[in-house]
């Protein structure tokens, strides 16, 4: 069985995943290209660290896999996915859980890095690799005002992702 997260989050305007904190995670979750659950988790603005999203975020990774079977793990699919996956490592660290490997297989699926092969492969480039341009260019419809919103995102990279393997 495949099993498919695809994840976008939002940060506190951190770069540094030791130091920033995960504000929103969005996920939607697929078995073997079937639509399974989706997911829409936010902490506190006030909040000083992690562990509210991420009891969140694990409660709901637990729904998906069983963590003690190491084959039953999710591909972390993401745009951009370096980001995403370094934020929610270093999140489960600073929550003290080494497991992070538990739920996800390595590496992770980065939709920008199948982007830019579809680009090189056609001997073109777009503006720049924006997840917003590179949506344009492919012909999905982008909402400026709902952009960076994890919860419009992930559905842009899923749809980004569907078009890209298809190619």
């Not at 639509?35 to 000083?48: I, Q, W």
């Not at 997840?131 to 994890?150: F, P, Q, S, Y």
Request: proline share 3%; glycine share 6%; charged share 30%.
């Amino acid at each position: 069985m495949r099993k498919e997260l695809f994840i976008d989050i939002e940060t506190n305007d951190s770069l540094d995943p030791k130091t920033g904190l995960i504000t929103q995670i969005a996920y939607i979750y697929r078995e073997d290209g079937k639509l399974k659950g989706e997911g829409d988790l936010r902490s506190n603005p006030d909040a000083k660290d992690n562990k509210v999203i991420y009891g969140l975020f694990t409660n709901d990774l637990n729904k998906f896999v069983d963590r003690y079977n190491k084959e039953d793990k999710l591909y972390f699919i993401a745009y951009n996915a370096p980001f995403d996956n370094n934020f929610i490592r270093e999140m489960f660290l600073q929550n003290g859980d080494k497991f992070f490997g538990s739920y996800f297989y390595s590496p992770h699926l980065c939709i920008m890095n199948l982007a830019a092969f579809r680009y090189q492969r056609k001997g073109k480039r777009p503006e720049n690799f924006k997840l917003a341009t590179v949506c344009k260019d492919m012909g999905i419809e982008v909402n400026e005002d709902k952009l960076h919103d994890a919860s419009y995102d992930i559905q842009l990279s899923k749809e980004l992702y569907n078009k890209l393997i298809k190619f």
